[in-house]
């Protein structure tokens, strides 16, 4: 049974920080390009940053500079530290597990996501 539980969510301040973990199991966590997407009320679930199982990453451009995605296999977990966050940061987070071959998806995996409300 696959499971990715985030953790790490909460109520902070504008230009406060929070780190979000998602922990892993049932997969073969080190093969799986792993994910952060988030959805506001009212809005569409968008991709906010991805590391790949080569570590390679990329950061919708909101975010980049601010958030940083890192992965640990030995851990099974990935991790997203949100630095410098905006009341438009506020969303749930989801955390994306991914297996690639060829290009194509081959298995694809959701949490059920944390609650990020960035607010005075």
């Known amino acids: 049974q696959v499971q990715l539980v985030e953790s790490g969510g909460g109520l902070v301040q504008p230009g406060g920080s929070l780190r979000l973990s998602c922990a892993a199991s049932?997969?073969?966590?080190?093969?799986?390009?792993m994910a952060w997407y988030r959805q506001a009320p009212g809005k569409q679930r968008e991709l906010v940053a991805r590391i790949a199982r080569d570590y390679s990453t990329n950061y919708a451009g909101s975010v980049k500079g601010r958030f940083t995605i890192t992965r640990d296999n030995a851990k099974n977990t990935v991790y997203l530290q949100m630095n410098s966050l905006k009341p438009e940061d506020t969303a749930v987070y989801y955390c994306?597990?991914?297996?690639?071959?060829?290009?194509?998806?081959?298995?694809?995996?959701w949490g059920q996501g944390t609650q990020v409300t960035v607010s005075s």
């Open positions: 994306n597990a991914r297996y690639i071959v060829g290009g194509s998806s081959v298995s694809e995996y």
């Open positions: 049932g997969i073969s966590f080190s093969i799986y390009d």
